[in-house]
């Protein structure tokens, strides 16, 4: 195939492109966001040579000279939307700044629903991903008697807690969708059998939980009192 390595290589040590020829006719950037688009408008599993070559105006093995896997394919799209994490000065309050990265993450993820099954140390590294990490680093200067491997422990936790956050989000949405009656029917049918359990005294554990909160379930305020959960794992003054 044009342009496989024999080798593992990084696909940012690379050159933009190899082989002979005319000057490359696209840059890594128009690359990206033509697979972007791809998954956008389809899913992850849209996400092929062909498409996205025929999305650039290409021809398929054209595109193995710029790109020689799909893997590196995957890397470039992950570190297009690593590339819309907002940078700021940071605060010198931590946690706010961390909460903040938080939020901005499940938002990134929302808006690129096939980000969550992408997200792996192996694309971890990119230019835009080490920028995103340098900024996090950055936002935990505060507490400089923690070590590095810690606040990129921080980091990991956070990510893993908002990565499974919303793509049980999104599951629920996309099951949501292909209900064939409308969710306020499928609720009003499971709260009623539920309540029948409750209310049969097998559960009186359920019963009084269910009695001290009836809900309904506020999943924004569950969200943020699950990431200020990891955050007091690391906080010096709640340890």
């Known amino acids: 195939m044009a342009g496989r390595a024999a080798v593992p290589e990084v696909i940012w040590a690379r050159p933009e492109r190899t082989g002979r020829g005319p000057k490359p006719a696209y840059t890594r950037a128009d690359i990206a966001a033509a697979a972007v688009k791809v998954a956008d408008e389809g899913g992850l599993d849209a996400v092929s040579m062909r498409h996205v070559a025929a999305e650039l105006g290409c021809g398929t093995m054209s595109l193995y000279n710029y790109v ?118 499928e609720n009003a049918v499971r709260i009623a059998y539920l309540g029948g359990q409750v209310a049969s005294g097998a559960y009186p554990r359920m019963a009084a939980a269910f009695t001290e909160d009836p809900g309904p379930i506020d999943l924004d305020a569950v969200f943020e009192v699950a990431l200020e959960r990891v955050l007091d794992g690391f906080d010096p003054e709640r340890r």
């Open 68 to 185: 020689p896997r799909k893997e590196d394919l995957y890397e470039l799209m992950v570190d297009a939307i690593s590339g819309e994490h907002e940078v700021w000065e940071p605060s010198g309050d931590w946690r706010d700044d961390m909460m903040r990265v938080a939020r901005q993450t499940r938002s990134l993820m929302h808006r690129h629903p096939w980000l969550p099954r992408l997200m792996s140390p192996v694309y971890g590294f990119s230019p835009n991903a080490l920028r995103y990490l340098e900024h996090c680093l950055a936002c935990l200067d505060p507490l400089d008697g923690m070590k590095y491997g810690m606040k990129m422990q921080l980091v990991g936790l956070l990510n893993g807690v908002v990565t499974m956050y919303v793509a049980n989000e999104l599951a629920t949405a996309e099951r949501t969708r292909n209900l064939p009656w409308s969710e306020e029917q």
